[in-house]
């Protein structure tokens, strides 16, 4: 589903090229759910840009859905974000004119794959039955971060790419949405990578990688090395 081959990646800094990815090698197969941890800065949000064709690498190739990103033109790396990819960040980005049913919708019907069934199924198991007709700010934090998961997963999407999900939530809160993230993911089949700066949250996924020096390790291996 998502295969880095030796991926670099710089950013121009007053004291010179800051580099964030060095040589990274990644592949996370169908259905597979990964954790990246990482001190802050150390690139992982990169990691998940790149992933999702928002930037391009400064050399090596990133292949998403069997396709080389940095083959694409912009229009159709947009075409295939669309078509494959859901987005979840630490921030919720909803659209405050938006209701919450139409927030929901919004990415599937861009994709143009709406279910209304789905869209329904969804509402109700994100807890959100009832409040169909209410904006972002009548929600609570925790309301809205399931409205964010849930517009992501609306489409069905082949890869959920998930920038600390949890982080802006209390603790009861954020194992909540974890969990119901996780349930909604193994439903749909998809293939989830998540950010996440907690052993707590990576520890249900598959697997788990350390983000250091530009370098992936495995986690276990990197706390040994310490």
């Given at each position: 589903?998502?295969?880095f081959?030796?991926?670099?990646k ?8 800051l580099?964030?990815?060095?040589g ?5 197969g169908a259905g597979?759910?990964l954790?990246l941890?990482?001190?802050s800065?150390?690139?992982?949000s990169t990691?998940?840009?790149l992933?999702?064709?928002l930037d391009?690498p400064?050399?090596g190739?990133?292949r ?7 083959s ?9 974000r ?9 921030q ?5 004119s ?7 919708r919004?990415?599937a019907?861009l994709?143009?794959v ?17 409040m169909e007709r ?9 309301q ?6 849930g517009?992501?997963?609306a489409?069905?999407p082949?890869l959920?790419?998930?920038d600390?999900?949890?982080g802006?939530?209390d603790e ?9 993230l ?5 439903q ?8 996440t ?11 788990c990688?350390?983000?250091s ?7 276990n291996a990197a706390e040994?090395s310490?």
């Open positions: 589903m998502l295969d081959r030796q991926v670099h710089a950013y121009a800094t007053p004291q010179g090229p580099t964030v990815l060095d990274v090698d990644l592949t996370l597979e759910s954790a941890m990482g001190e800065g150390s690139g992982k990691l998940l840009h992933a999702a064709g391009l400064d050399a190739e990133v998403l859905a069997g396709r080389a990103i940095s694409l033109g912009e229009p159709d790396r947009a075409r295939l669309r078509e494959t990819v859901g987005l979840v960040f630490q919720f980005h909803l659209v405050p938006l209701s919450v049913l139409d927030n929901l919004l990415q019907r994709a143009g709406e279910n209304p069934a789905w869209s329904a199924e969804l509402i109700r198991r994100l807890g959100l039955a009832g209410r904006y972002p700010e009548q929600l609570s934090g925790g809205q971060q399931r409205l964010a998961i517009r992501a997963l489409p069905r082949a959920l790419l998930a600390e999900p949890t802006n939530l009861a809160t954020a194992g909540e949405v974890l969990e119901l996780l349930e909604l993911v193994r749909t089949g998809g293939t989830l990578l998540m950010v700066h907690s052993p707590r949250v990576a520890a249900p996924l598959d697997r990688l350390m983000l020096r530009g370098r992936l390790t495995p986690r040994a310490a």
